[in-house]
């Protein structure tokens, strides 16, 4: 398995650069929020449609990702993310040459479906391309990856936008350099493989309920954890005394240059830990992060907790997505990993509500924290003992049941 997996490096090049494109959709319009404000303040629910602009494609890609795993799994996942890298270039940089806000508002739904199909589809090309340990280390370089590019991006965004806001839509374009390289370097090994037997793929479709709550049990905690911190930093300086935009951007660029990184190359490091103990690392340093934030009295100790809490973050995003893609059967990793999205990106939505319910409860942002790394903690305490996971190891490889809901032990570690 590790000399075929070796032979896809170009694929695996490629693939990097595929999660970019889901994070672009918040980071290069956030920075000009404040302008698209001043430039739209008189038309009508200008208040309500201008956040909507940064949110709408994220719920999108929630509500599609099932649907484009599904057609992912039909018609082939580089069907699916040549498609959609395309598409996401074109309606990406479309509110370049829009001036109306409800037209801008149109193409970054349009956004949103694009970005289903790219991360559904860049999914399951990583799990027909790599199996056991050579899938996880992808895994592990697009997450270490993706801070990085996304720290220079924001620069670039600064740049860009000095001249005119509307620029800065011209960036995602980018996403069509990628679409080339995608047409040419990837393939569907699924359907050559079937080319050669005589034997079409599985096509029938159904995640166990049993599945589908273990997911969200890990996906829902996990999401709100990791989003924890950006919907709440900002709350806890207030109370510090400390009102700058500067000094949250400043902890928040740390905890997302060294913070994520490391934390995915920590899930590398622990790779043959069952998938229990990596999960339980993983959100236990996100519950410390959140501790520390609710105690902090320093920046330095702010800054400290940033980076522990996004190392978490990055380390569960690894240890789940290697997860997901283990527990599908062969045929079937486009509609569980749409699923894990739609769970994930919804608890994403869900982070600001529960949080501000929390506020009821503890009085103030700081104690938030405190209370929820808590929580957090303890719910770890649960992973420890899952059935599913206490069974496989990180690093094993493709002996998935037929309904992926049972892994074993049995072909762990064996490549």
């Known amino acids: 398995m590790t000399d075929s997996s070796s032979r896809h490096t170009p694929q695996g090049i490629v693939l990097l650069f595929v999660p970019v494109f889901i994070m672009l959709g918040p980071v290069l319009i956030s920075?000009?929020?404040g302008s698209l404000f001043q430039q739209f303040a008189g038309e009508p629910y200008a208040n309500v449609i201008v956040p909507l602009l940064l949110t709408a494609p994220a719920l999108c890609l929630a509500l599609c990702s099932p649907v484009a795993g599904l057609l992912a799994n039909r018609i082939g996942g580089k069907k699916v993310l040549v498609f959609s890298l395309a598409f996401y270039g074109v309606v990406g940089a479309a509110p370049m040459f829009v001036s109306s806000l409800h037209g801008m508002l149109f193409f970054r739904i349009l956004l949103g479906v694009a970005e289903a199909g790219i991360i559904t589809g860049g999914m399951v090309l990583t799990a027909s391309y790599f199996t056991g340990d050579e899938r996880q280390k992808w895994i592990a370089w697009q997450n270490v990856a993706l801070p990085l590019i996304g720290a220079a991006l924001l620069y670039a965004v600064g740049v860009v936008s000095q001249s005119n806001w509307q620029n800065t839509f011209g960036l995602y374009g980018l996403s069509l350099i990628i679409f080339v390289a995608a047409a040419f370097v990837l393939f569907e090994p699924e359907k050559q493989q079937a080319a050669s037997t005589g034997h079409a793929p599985e096509t029938k479709v159904r995640i166990p309920v049993t599945t589908m709550l273990l997911l969200a049990a890990i996906a829902i905690p996990g999401s709100l954890s990791f989003y924890a911190v950006p919907v709440k930093l900002s709350f806890i300086l207030r109370e510090m005394g400390e009102t700058s935009p500067a000094v949250v951007g400043e902890l928040?660029?740390?905890?997302?240059?060294?913070?994520s990184p490391a934390g995915a190359l920590l899930a590398r490091l622990v790779k043959h830990w069952r998938f229990s103990y990596g999960?339980?690392?993983?959100?236990?340093?996100?519950a410390a992060g959140l501790i520390m934030l609710g105690i902090a009295e320093s920046k330095t100790m702010m800054m400290a907790a940033v980076i522990i809490q996004q190392a978490?973050?990055?380390?569960?995003?690894v240890v789940a997505l290697t997860l997901v893609l283990h527990m599908a059967p062969k045929g079937q990793s486009g509609i569980y990993s749409g699923y894990w999205w739609l769970v994930y990106t919804l608890a994403n939505f869900a982070t600001p509500l529960v949080l501000t319910a929390l506020d009821v409860l503890t009085g103030s942002s700081a104690a938030t924290m405190l209370?929820?790394?808590v929580i957090v903690a303890a719910i770890?305490?649960?992973l420890l003992f899952a059935r599913p996971l206490a069974t496989s190891m990180v690093s094993s490889s493709e002996t998935n049941s037929a309904t992926g809901a049972n892994t074993s032990a049995a072909g762990a570690g064996h490549e």
């Open 371 to 373: 209370t929820f790394g």
């Open 312 to 317: 978490g973050g990055g380390m569960m995003l």
């Open 380 to 382: 770890s305490g649960w």
């Open 252 to 259: 928040m660029s740390m905890g997302l240059i060294f913070g």
């Open 31 to 33: 920075p000009i929020i």
């Open 279 to 286: 999960l339980v690392c993983a959100m236990m340093l996100m």
